[in-house]
C-alpha cells in the first residue's frame, strides 16, 4: 500500500498543532489519513483500529481469513499484547508524567511479566500466533523494542530469537523507522 510517513517532532509539541488536532482531537499518534476519489479523505486516529485495518488490506497474510483454523489464535494474540502489555505499558507512561512513581512501577512490572510471559507462545512455533507473521507479531515488536533495555535476554532464548528474525525483516524495519 503506497504510503507517506509524516514525521512529527513530540517534544516539541507538533502533535498540538491545528493542523494535527483537526485529525486527532487528542493530539496523540499515529494517524492514518486514506484519500479516496470523490470521498472526504478516512481518519483513524487510534493505533490498533489502523493495525487492523492494514492487516484486513494485506490479503490474508498478517491476519488468517476466518476460514483459516489460525485466524481465532492470532486475534487473540493480539489482543494480548494489546490489552496486557501495551495498555500497562501505556498507563506507566501516564502515571510517570502525573508524578505517581509507585503507580508507574507497578504498571511497567505488570507490562513486563506479561511480556516475558508471551515467551510461552514461541514454545512450538517461530511467531506469536503460530507458524507466520501476523498482526500479532506487529504489536509484540513494537513493544518488546521499547522495553528491550529492561528484558534479561539471556533468560528469555525464544523470545530474543523471535525478536532478532523479526528484527530483520525489511518491513519491520521500515517500520520502525517511522520511531526513529
Known amino acids: 500500500m503506497a504510503h507517506r510517513v509524516v514525521p512529527l ?8 498543532t491545528p493542523d494535527f488536532l483537526a485529525l486527532n482531537p487528542r493530539g496523540k499518534v499515529p494517524v492514518l489519513r486514506l ?14 483500529a489502523i493495525l487492523l485495518y492494514l492487516a484486513q488490506q494485506a490479503g490474508g497474510t498478517l491476519l488468517p481469513r476466518e476460514n483459516n483454523a489460525s485466524a481465532p489464535l492470532a486475534f ?13 505499558s501505556h498507563t506507566s507512561f501516564f502515571l ?5 512513581e509507585e503507580g508507574r512501577r507497578l504498571m511497567e512490572r505488570r507490562s513486563l511479566d506479561a511480556l516475558l510471559a508471551s515467551e510461552t507462545f514461541l514454545e512450538n512455533a517461530p511467531f506469536m500466533a503460530g507458524q507466520s507473521f501476523t498482526l500479532a507479531d506487529i504489536a509484540a515488536v513494537s513493544i518488546v523494542a521499547a522495553l528491550s533495555s529492561s528484558i534479561d535476554w539471556a533468560q528469555h532464548p525464544r523470545l530474543r ?5 523479526v528484527m530483520a525483516r525489511p518491513g519491520v524495519r521500515r517500520g520502525m523507522a517511522a520511531f526513529d
Open 161 to 165: 530469537r523471535w525478536f532478532a528474525d
Open 96 to 100: 510517570k508524567n502525573e508524578g505517581c
Open 35 to 48: 484519500h479516496s476519489l470523490g470521498a472526504p479523505p478516512l481518519v483513524l486516529a487510534q493505533s490498533n
Open 9 to 16: 517532532d513530540l517534544r516539541a509539541g507538533q502533535q498540538r
Open 76 to 88: 487473540e494474540r493480539f489482543f494480548f499484547y494489546v490489552t496486557d502489555v501495551i495498555a500497562p
